[in-house]
């Protein structure tokens, strides 16, 4: 539960400052998102199928 409030905390923070912060920043910070985390999930996908092929 905790858990929970926090995360709603820093959601509510965050979107409080994308909310001021000018359109460009904002498509760039998410297009930065974006990739960090597809090259996360592509990287976790890749060590995990070599983790059961050995």
Not at 2 to 7: D, G, I, P
Not at 32 to 47: D, P
């Amino acid at each position: 539960m905790l858990f929970l409030v926090a995360a709603l905390l820093l959601l509510g923070v965050v979107l409080g400052t994308v909310a001021h912060a000018p359109l460009s920043f904002t498509l760039v910070a998410t297009a930065v998102i974006g990739v960090w985390l597809a090259v996360f999930a592509a990287r976790e996908h890749h060590s995990r199928r070599r983790a059961n092929t050995n």
